[in-house]
């Protein structure tokens, strides 16, 4: 009897399911095919359909219906093209939220197949696909798809947050992308973001950051981006509008031709010119003065990650940057020498985390703050110059650099953080010319009469720490955490008795 019960329910809703819409694609009476997801759509759920013109034709005019929505950001339309006989697909970008609500989309070929993923939180419309209309070539001729690899709507929506995801099928060693003269988004509001899509797990699911436009930064203008593969986010506010931005050509370079363009001091630097930051350098160079300005513009900060995971062995840092933006240098293994300039007023974050050669560091005066884990993990680092100007050092700044002494004036703000958090300090006498970027080589012996910083030494008491107390700590933080684990193993065996 219970059997029959439950039958019966399982049969009532699935007939309950099926009147609601199901998950079936339907056709309506007209001569082109319609497909729609179910409404709501499901979480968690994929959803693969491919439409084949069966006659000549050069190109799809693919239309959205206006109720067309997904949940903004989270859950995706994807559109890809092809022509019948040709594996090769091109891919016409991801849409969420509103993106395709009322848009014609133009993809080339005679085959459009539309990808649908969404997330297991909420859920909207769906999508719902009102007209397929083939082109002739004459037609396809006179749009502005006919030259265009890939562009926004014109004007742009606003409160987008649009993807488009685009692999060379071949071999090459980076992507020459030229965007159209017309490209504009609204100055400082809207953006187009560049990334280059290497596979580095450091750089998260985007990829490596080269930087984000606006205004009329990308027009005309060729982007050289590594590896075979790119990812254009386009974001909007929620005012005004503009043409947006057009792709006309994506052409693939040889490892020489990637070479040659890199011998081009300029093109090595990448630059996010609405930051004025620099967002990346692409050079090969152990030794490198960064410019003050790549292609007329001045450089005031350094990006996340910009000058991280190198062979740098030096770096030296021009006069007008302010900001060192969070792993800005890190896990650069072979650093031996910064040279930071006096425009300089915050170190950020990790800034210099695991640069496991660099010995020593003069802060330059105007720096104010100095962010958490900045220096931690470097191992090699023993001399840190901290002026009066500091008056904010993050936690765990030193974290495992065992070697380290705070070199600084007595009474200032260095050397209550040294105190404070068992780190051997040095007050700096009244000589020193503070206004040194750099500790000089023969400052690292920790010579009082060295050129750049005379110290007398505290009393160790105060503020000194053995070598191995960073690894007692860690050690300490494990026998911990395999306490707790099983002291749970032990209450889940007794629950399971």
Known sequence: MKRKRILSLSLSLLLSF???GGMQPFANALENPVYETPHPYPNYW??????????????????FSEDTMTEENYDFIKIYSSKQGDAAERSYGFFSGSALAGETIIVSGDTVRIEFESNDSSNDFGYQITDISPLTSQEYDNTS??????????????????????????EAAALAVTFSEETRTQQDRDFVRIFARLSNEHYGKYGKNYGFYSGASLAGRTVVIPGNELLIMFLTDGEGTDFGFQITDISPLTSQEYEDF????DNVYFMDENLSQLVWYSGGKTHINVPAAVNGQPIKSIGVDALAHKALV??????GIEFLSAYAFQLDPYLEEVVLPNSLRSIGTACFKECTSLKELRIPD????IGDHAFAICSDLEKVIIPDSVTQIGSDAFFMCSKVTIYANEGSYAEQYAKENNIPFAALESDVDE??????????????SSSHASVSKTNPSTGSRAPWTDYIYLALLGAGFLTVTALRRRKLRRSVK
Request: charged content about 20%.
């Open 262 to 265: 890199l011998s081009v001091e």
């Open 46 to 63: 994929t959803d693969s359909w491919t439409y084949t013109h069966d006659g000549d034709t050069a190109a799809l005019a693919v239309t």
């Open 145 to 170: 798809a006919k030259n265009v690899v890939y562009e926004s709507s014109h004007p742009y929506k606003n409160d987008r947050w649009d993807f488009w995801d685009y692999t060379y099928d071949g």
């Open 435 to 448: 206004s040194q970027p750099t500790v000089s080589d023969s400052a690292s012996s920790n010579d009082a």
């Open 18 to 20: 099926s009147i609601l």
């Open 314 to 319: 030096s770096v030296t840092l021009p006069e």
């Open 366 to 369: 105007n720096v104010e703050s």
